[in-house]
């Protein structure tokens, strides 16, 4: 089943991905606010000894400092990026848009986390079934994401969308395969200005 139309997927920037992430950019995609919330959430949904795949990684890990995993495998686009990440035991580079199967065994991870990131991918339904498929039973995938983007590399409905209707889509990304529970939404904005905090998250089945 395809769930975004095919205009819906566009980058205004086509160009391979790889290219883009060529080179290290050490800098914070989200501020202090937003990872101290991301944080709390990990805190209160990730066990300590468990297996974490942390998609779409850098060189910032916002992992608790206080829990012990067994094993954090990290993924992304920048070799150098992730060989500064303090808290990946391994990682490997794929390019989600080209080669959307991941290279993990089934059911061997419990959490898998995608931070600020998700406005990238553009075959989203394939993606969240391998997230499925390398999840354990009970096993829990949250998706964290703010209002800011690299623009011409999100997709054309993530751009052309409200930032509420952002966590319909995500929400619709868990939908749209079997596996999942009902996903569950946490949406902080602020008035006094703070990058908004936005979170979907279900559990395997
Ligand atoms: C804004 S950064 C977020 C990094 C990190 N999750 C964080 O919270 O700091 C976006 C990340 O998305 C990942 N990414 C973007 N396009 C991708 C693609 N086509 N395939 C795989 N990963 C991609 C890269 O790892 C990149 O570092």
């Known amino acids: 089943m395809f769930l ?3 205009e819906q997927r566009s980058k205004l920037d086509e160009s391979d991905d790889a290219a883009f ?3 290290p950019r050490f800098v914070y995609h989200v501020d202090n606010g937003f990872i101290r919330k991301l944080k709390q959430l990990y ?3 990730l066990q300590s000894d468990s297996r974490i795949l942390d998609l779409m990684s850098s060189w910032v890990s916002h992992l608790p400092e206080t829990i012990q995993f067994s094993h954090v495998e990290g993924h992304g686009m920048n070799q150098e990026e992730l060989a500064k990440n303090p808290r ?3 990682y490997f580079i794929q390019n989600l848009n080209q080669q959307t199967s991941l290279p993990l065994e089934d059911q061997s991870f419990d959490a898998v986390l995608i931070t600020a990131s998700i406005q990238y991918i553009q075959y989203p339904e394939t993606v969240f079934r391998e997230i499925a498929r390398v999840l354990k039973p009970n096993g829990i995938a949250i998706i964290s994401f703010s209002n800011r983007m690299f623009y011409q590399k999100a ?3 993530w751009r052309d969308s409200s930032e509420k209707a952002r966590l319909e889509i995500v929400r619709s990304y868990f939908k749209a395969i079997e596996g999942f529970g009902e996903p569950e939404i946490i949406a902080k ?3 006094l200005g703070g990058d ?3 979170v979907v998250m279900a559990n395997r089945l």
């Open 4 to 6: 975004l139309k095919t």
């Open 21 to 23: 992430y060529c080179y």
């Open 43 to 45: 805190s209160q949904k």
């Open 88 to 90: 990946l035991d391994h």
């Open 155 to 157: 997709i054309s409905v």
């Open 189 to 191: 904005t602020f008035i």
């Open 196 to 198: 908004p905090f936005y």
